[in-house]
């Protein structure tokens, strides 16, 4: 066997007694929290709220990463901070820098600019705008069903009081 591969195959687990950074292990992790404008930073958001995306969903994420040309890889693991089977699911790993410590993307030289790249990204994103257009949609339909229910409403409440019938009062006779 060739003593680089035992070598990768000892660190893979141990990644943090190497500073190789072209290991998986090394890679920036890089969650939806990080960039979600309807978290605070307590609860885990790491860039400016003016910046950060009101949708962080990892697909969005998946396609600015592609579209920068930079290596990645998605895991099913949870954000710590938030409560279990709250948010989006997952995380990525992120190559930002190849095996002699070169930036992958001239662009994106540390984890934050690589943060800021993806929530500048996003709202670029052709799934991002499907998203919007069809949330919008949505917003529409539901304004237009509550406008039919309104008149509805209205229209049973006329024809309730058109045949209702009309009161019966007594006269008040004087006794002489």
């Known amino acids: 066997r060739d003593s680089t591969q035992?070598?990768?195959?000892?660190?893979?687990?141990?990644?943090?007694?190497t500073e190789d950074k072209s290991l998986k292990a090394r890679?920036?992790?890089?969650y939806p929290a990080y960039i979600d404008k309807n978290k605070t930073t307590a609860q885990?958001?790491?860039?400016?709220?003016?910046?950060?995306?009101?949708?962080p969903h990892p697909a969005f994420i998946a396609d600015v990463l592609t579209k920068a040309g930079l290596t990645m890889e998605f895991e099913q693991k949870c954000y710590p901070r938030d409560p279990i089977g709250f948010g989006f699911q997952g995380r990525f790993r992120v190559q930002i820098f190849d095996g002699d410590n070169k930036p992958c993307n001239a662009a994106i030289k540390n984890?934050?600019?690589?943060?800021?790249?993806?929530?500048?990204?996003?709202?670029?994103?052709?799934?991002?705008?499907?998203?919007k257009i069809q949330v919008e949609?949505?917003?529409?339909?539901?304004?237009?069903?509550?406008?039919?229910?309104?008149r509805v409403e209205a229209e049973k409440q006329r024809v309730k009081e058109l045949t209702?019938?009309?009161s019966t009062k007594k006269k008040n006779k004087k006794k002489k």
């Open 44 to 55: 885990g958001r790491r860039v400016a709220k003016d910046v950060a995306v009101d949708v």
């Open 27 to 30: 890679w920036t992790c890089v």
């Open 6 to 17: 035992e070598t990768q195959n000892i660190y893979l687990d141990m990644a943090h007694l």
């Open 111 to 131: 984890k934050m600019t690589l943060l800021r790249h993806i929530a500048a990204g996003i709202p670029d994103s052709d799934r991002y705008k499907e998203m």
């Open 137 to 150: 949609a949505d917003k529409v339909k539901k304004a237009e069903a509550a406008a039919i229910e309104e």
């Open 164 to 166: 209702a019938k009309p």
